[in-house]
C-alpha cells in the first residue's frame, strides 16, 4: 500500500511557474511507475505526465508539452512535475498517481488527495 501526498500548489499569475512535489511512502516506491493528472471544475479527469519508475521515456500530453516537466528522485520517494509558462487553462487540482502494469489510467492504483493549481489571467 502506497501513500502518495502532493505539495507544491498555489496561487500564480499567467506566465509563472510551479512545482509540484508528490511524496510517497508506504511502500517501494522504485515498483512504481508515476503519472500525474488534473480536474478542472465540471470536467474530466486528464493524465498531464507519467514516468517510468527508472525515469525514462516521459510522456506529456500534448496540452503541456514543452512548458511542463516531469522527473523523480527515488531515493527520496518523490516526484515532481515542475510547471512554466502556465495559462488559465492550467487551473485545476492536480493529482498525482502510483501504477503498475501498463501506462492505463485504470492501472493507477494508488492517488493522492490533490493539490490546487489556480492561474490567474
Known amino acids: 500500500q502506497v501513500q502518495l501526498v502532493e505539495s507544491g500548489g498555489g496561487l500564480v499569475q499567467a506566465g509563472g511557474s510551479l512545482r509540484l512535489s508528490c511524496a510517497a511512502s508506504g511502500g517501494t516506491f522504485r515498483r512504481y511507475d508515476m503519472g500525474w493528472f488534473r480536474q478542472a471544475p465540471g470536467k474530466n479527469r486528464d493524465i498531464v505526465a507519467a514516468?517510468?519508475?527508472?525515469?525514462?521515456?516521459?510522456y506529456y500530453s500534448d496540452s503541456v508539452k514543452g512548458r511542463f516537466t516531469i522527473s523523480r528522485d527515488n531515493a527520496k520517494n518523490t516526484v515532481y512535475l515542475q510547471m512554466n509558462s502556465l495559462k488559465s487553462e492550467d487551473t485545476a487540482v492536480y493529482y498525482c498517481?502510483?501504477?503498475?502494469?501498463?501506462?492505463?489510467?485504470?492501472?493507477?492504483?494508488?492517488w493522492g488527495q490533490g493539490t490546487q493549481v489556480t492561474v490567474s489571467s
Open positions: 498517481a502510483a501504477r503498475v502494469g501498463a501506462a492505463v489510467e485504470s492501472n493507477y492504483a494508488y
Open positions: 514516468i517510468s519508475w527508472s525515469g525514462a521515456s516521459p
